[in-house]
């Protein structure tokens, strides 16, 4: 009976489908074992076979764990708003939706195909207003919430305003905008309600405010810094400028220490949590006003070294800081201006990377030493950043290279306040042991001495204090495109009102073109009918609008993170009309128990994921402060890219071994017209594209070779391998197989399908262990107790590696199993039997249809993961060298408890002894009990 895999699959995937096997059940007797991956966005390219290396080794953790019997949940969805949609309906005229419903069919297929034990009946997808009715629900709720610094969490904003009509602000210590005026009891009664709302905006935790953004003018759309490379978007690779406007936030910043003393209860990867802490950046250090000459203006500092003061020189603030247009003199302006203008054509990352250009302007004005009363002259540059601190430094060239590097370019004059240090190197001793000295108020004091006696100066003379900082910023939550989530919002005399719990979805309206509009409005701004009646209760025509009882919504849409910031807990209940879950689902499941996804997401979807669930905590909603227990970062399956190389200037192509000494130009080639000796199909390659059609090839020996490197397994690098055709080839197992055989999960390995082969010729291998040309040839036969030992030290290696993420050994185990088992000619069900088990997460089809030819009715899941019995590991007996005269002439297997005497006995008695001897006596016979005997003669 042949290995018919392909048929083999198909069955088996059906069969689950059918059955729903791997369904999860919120009620159970059996623990709660809960396996998630990062959902994929469903590209219109479809999977390549980089992409399945996580979910291959979740999926045989939550096989692994149901074997031990264990209720395990197991989800898949869909991460479907995006850019990239809305950018091929901008191309095409195609609606997003459309288009995102033909990608999610062609990844469910790729899915089904590769075997996951995915709970099916619990698939989200962001982009269907059954799911995002709850986005736009914890929006409202985030809206609807402050938070107390003295209770350390977030409360309702009724409670905050009860204060307010009580006692005012004075006492209240909250979250807030650094701006807030104070105001009593009064005060607050006789505001108007605009007033009212417009300083509630000040404490919520989602608020509007003029933000400075990444704008994309080509995409007409805010960008996350992680949505920039090299200060152009990463969609498209267009320019990207900074730009204030008034955005939708998040004020993740008041859960900073929260989300930074959290990372101690996880276990996550330590490089992760190492992200998560630069990113969160934690400070000590103090708030120092320094007053402008000559002007009611004050600018605030934030410095770690305020035992550094008296080194200040001058002042830096970032181009876009709010003071910098108010401060500048008239003689100035000019070079201010285009400064500013400059700067805004840089990214922050590029302008945090970029150490070596030194560039700045000076604004003609000064600031007043809180200490010495000296002057101290106020520039801009860009290596400070307007969202960092106060978007203003203190800067000491002699503390600081940076400030050093500014100082010396612009000749500004450096006092060194650090005895015994010489400048001109900068070498800035360790604040542990650096001597203050060159100041009567501080001299002699150590770092901590005077720094402690700075912050309580500065206390005295009212100019600042002693101060905890946060890197982390508040996340900006707009974004100017069609296809998001809209925002339940709508604007009575320009203040955001929320729509009531009951009316929501509010839905994606249709709009004839997703471009912004022609006044710069997002592109919501198309849509005709998108207002809201509020006597109704529903959305109409725009033309309706009087600003009574019809108002306009929000425009703008929320960022991709929203929908992925809570989708782990709607897996726990993902069809509850009523609720995002019920109490009794979240209780069950809790959170995640492990978790496998890419650590490009370290500051982004995590750190915004954890902020919403510990929100969500605050507020009863869920019963953990940390949704996942454990985490592992999957590392990445490379592409192997081939090269062609044109001469530069000319439409020739030189074969590889010919370019030495030559100027040639190397360009990809699709892998798919290169064969395994590295030889280009050269008729493909110039029917690919229209400008090679008449390009001249020059060969060596016959055949034009390519170049070959490892990449980044890319479309652009035209080196994607698809897994459609790995299955039809091999196999799902084989691609299962070999994906983990390619390394440690969390390693970066590159791919070579011509090493596919080895795995499935392991795979035909074992279905002859079981099958022959006759069929079945399993029998009910005793195992022998070679057959036991190697099953046995199978379960116990296949065992540890699963529990330890060491997927790749196991497969080399299951090759030497079955290599063992086929030399002993095992044939025993007893043995053969609980084989298929371990192999199972591994190699699912194949083992489901040699579990049923065994006369099993259940599924393969459903089976107990077999128990190693460490005895069948225990040597009963010894496989002797006997030699003589010290050489070896033969063995002899006797037991490990006999005797020296009887080994002798027997081992003089044995029929080769007696060969050896032919008659004589030997004169004596050494025996090292368990490793040899030696008879001299």
């Keep these: 009976m042949k290995y018919d ?58 096989r692994y764990k149901r074997h031990q019997g264990f209720n395990v949940l197991h989800p898949q969805g869909y991460d479907s708003f995006g850019l990239p949609a809305e950018q091929y309906a901008i191309q095409t005229g195609q609606h997003p939706a459309i288009t995102t419903a033909e990608n999610i069919k062609t990844y469910r297929r790729q899915l089904d195909q590769i075997g996951f034990s995915f709970d099916w009946s619990r698939e989200v997808r962001t982009s269907d207003p059954s799911y995002y009715k709850w986005t736009q629900w914890i929006f409202i709720q985030l809206f609807n919430s402050w938070y107390n610094n003295d209770s350390d969490k977030a409360e309702d904003i009724t409670e905050l305003i009860s204060i307010f009509e009580k006692e005012g602000n004075a006492n209240v210590n909250a979250a807030s905008d650094e701006n807030v005026d104070m105001f009593t009891a009064e005060d607050w009664l006789s505001l108007s309600s605009e007033k009212q709302q417009e300083i509630l905006l000040q404490y919520r935790l989602t608020y509007l405010a003029e933000t400075e953004v990444n704008w994309c003018p080509a995409l007409g759309t805010v960008l996350a810094n992680d949505e920039i490379v090299n200060g152009v978007s990463e969609r498209g690779g267009h320019p990207v400028i900074r730009k204030k406007m008034t955005q939708w936030s998040m004020r993740i910043s008041a859960y900073a220490e929260r989300l930074l003393q959290g990372l101690e209860k996880i276990d996550w ?23 402008i000459q000559n002007s009611e203006f004050r600018i605030s500092v934030f410095t770690t070294r ?29 070079e201010v201006e285009a400064y500013v203008e400059a700067t805004a054509k840089r990214s922050e990352r590029d302008r945090m990377a970029d150490v070596k250009t030194i560039t700045g302007a000076f604004t003609g004005a000064y600031a007043e030493h809180p200490f010495t009363k000296e002057p101290i002259p106020i520039w801009i540059g860009d290596y400070v950043l307007a969202g960092y601190g ?94 998001g989530e809209p925002f339940p919002v709508y604007y009575v005399n320009g203040m955001p009102q929320m729509i009531e719990a009951e009316h929501l979805p509010i839905q994606l309206p249709e709009v004839e073109k997703y471009l912004p509009t022609e006044t710069g409005e997002p592109p919501l701004g198309n849509a005709t009918v998108w207002a809201w009646d509020r006597l109704k209760a529903e959305v109409v025509s725009n033309n309706l609008i009087d600003n009574e009882n019809v108002f306009p919504l929000e425009l703008n849409t929320m960022p991709g993170w929203a929908g992925s910031s809570w989708y782990f807990n709607r897996y726990m209940d993902a069809n509850n009309e009523n609720a ?103 008729e493909a390659f110039k029917n690919w594209r229209e400008e090679f059609n008449e390009a001249e090839f020059v060969l060596e020996e016959g055949v034009y070779k390519v170049g070959r490197d490892v990449e980044k397994m890319s479309k652009s690098k035209y080196n994607v391998v698809n897994p459609d055709n790995i299955c039809k080839q091999y196999g799902a197992d084989s691609l299962r197989l070999y994906e983990m055989f390619l390394g440690p999960l969390e390693q970066y390995k590159p791919w070579n399908t011509a090493g596919i082969t080895g795995v499935h010729s392991f795979l035909k291998k074992l279905w002859k262990l079981y099958v022959d040309d006759s069929g ?27 529990e330890n993420f060491s997927f790749n050994t196991s497969v080399s185990t299951f ?79 006797l037991p490990l408890d006999m005797s020296k005497e009887d080994i002798e006995k027997t081992v003089l008695d044995h029929e080769k002894t007696q060969e050896q001897l032919q008659g004589r006596t030997p004169k004596k016979v050494i025996v090292v009990p368990g490793k040899i005997v030696n008879v001299v003669g």
């Design 306 to 334: 305020p035992d550094t003061i008296f080194g200040v020189s001058f002042m830096t603030l970032a181009p876009e800081h709010e003071l910098v247009s108010q401060i500048t003199t008239p003689e100035q302006q000019a």
């Design 815 to 893: 090759m030497i199993a079955v290599n063992e088992l086929t030399a002993q000619k095992c044939t025993s069900k007893a043995i053969l039997e609980p084989l298929l088990v371990l192999i199972a997460p591994y190699a699912p089809h194949i083992a489901e249809e040699l579990w049923s030819q065994l006369g099993n009715t259940e599924s393969i899941s459903t089976a107990p993961f077999p128990e190693f019995e460490a005895s069948h590991l225990v040597e009963s007996s010894k496989n002797y060298p006997i030699s003589f005269n010290g050489k070896m002439r033969f063995t002899l297997e």
């Design 390 to 483: 106060t978007g203003a430094v203190m800067s000491v060239p002699c503390g600081d290279q940076r400030d050093y590097d500014f100082a010396k370019h612009f000749n500004i004059p450096i006092p060194n306040i650090f005895e015994g240090v010489d400048i001109s190197e900068v070498a800035f001793a360790d604040k542990d042991n650096t001597i203050i000295a060159n100041s009567d108020f501080l001299n002699g004091l150590n770092y901590k001495e005077a720094t402690k006696k700075v912050i309580l100066e500065l206390e005295k003379l009212g100019c600042g204090e002693g101060k905890i900082n946060y890197r982390l910023r508040d996340a900006v939550f707009s974004r100017q495109r069609y296809w």
């Design 269 to 291: 990867t330590d490089a992760l949590k190492e992200s998560q802490r630069n990113w969160i950046g934690k400070s000590v250090g103090a708030q120092v006003e320094f007053r």
């Design 580 to 682: 995002f879950a019920s109490k009794e689902a979240l209780n069950y499941w809790k959170d995640v128990d492990l978790y496998i996804g890419g650590s490009e997401h370290a500051t982004g979807h995590l750190l915004y994921s954890r902020f919403w669930q510990k929100f969500l905590f605050d507020k009863g909603l869920v019963p953990v402060d940390e949704y996942a227990k454990k985490l592992i970062n999957q590392g990445m399956i490379l592409g192997t890219s081939a090269f062609v190389y044109r001469v530069e200037g000319e439409n020739k192509f030189l074969s590889k071994g010919l370019i030495e000494g030559k100027n040639v130009q190397p360009i990809h080639a699709d892998v798919a017209f290169v064969n395994a000796s590295d030889e280009l199909d050269i």
């Design 776 to 802: 079945l040839k399993v029998t009910n036969t005793e195992p022998s107790k070679d057959s036991l030992k190697t099953l046995h030290k199978t379960i116990k290696k296949v065992q540890e590696d699963i």
């Design 5 to 62: 895999f392909n048929q083999i699959e198909k069955k088996w995937q059906d069969y689950w489908a059918k059955n729903q096997t791997f369904k999860a059940e919120n009620n159970s007797d059996k623990p709660k074992f809960y396996v998630l991956d990062m959902f994929p966005y469903p590209s219109g390219a479809g999977l390549h076979v980089g992409h399945p290396l996580g979910y291959i080794a979740s999926d045989i953790y939550a």
